[in-house]
């Protein structure tokens, strides 16, 4: 499961790929998410005094925290559309967005 991770700015390593885009003080995109770091681009986003990156990150789940996960991302669900009712269109969204976010653990 890829999972966004915060990390200051002296903890990246060329290799790292962006979870979200880099911005400056003003809010200029300086990186796009997706972007992979080098030294090089970490070098620059230092003289830029960018104090952080959002990475993305591979966590391995236990069998136990998948299953736990999976609780959760369905109840999530139910709560979500607890007022839904029968309408068939609605069922049929509700089945689409578990199934994506069940996706999501692999």
Do not use: H, W
Not at 55 to 68: G, H, K, S
Not at 74 to 97: I, S
Request: hydrophobic share 45%; glycine share 6%.
């Amino acid at each position: 499961m890829v999972t966004a991770k915060r990390f200051p700015l002296e903890q990246l390593e060329a290799g790292m790929v962006l979870a979200r885009d880099v911005c400056d003080a003003s809010g200029g995109r300086l990186l796009a998410q997706g972007a992979e770091l080098s030294d090089a681009t970490i070098a620059s986003l230092r003289r830029r005094g960018v104090d952080y990156a959002v990475v993305a990150v591979e966590e391995m789940l236990t069998p136990e925290q998948r299953a736990a996960r999976e609780v959760e991302i369905r109840e999530r669900v139910e709560r979500l559309f607890r007022k839904a009712g029968n309408d068939p269109m609605l069922l049929k969204l509700r089945v689409t967005l578990q199934d994506y976010r069940l996706a999501g653990l692999e």
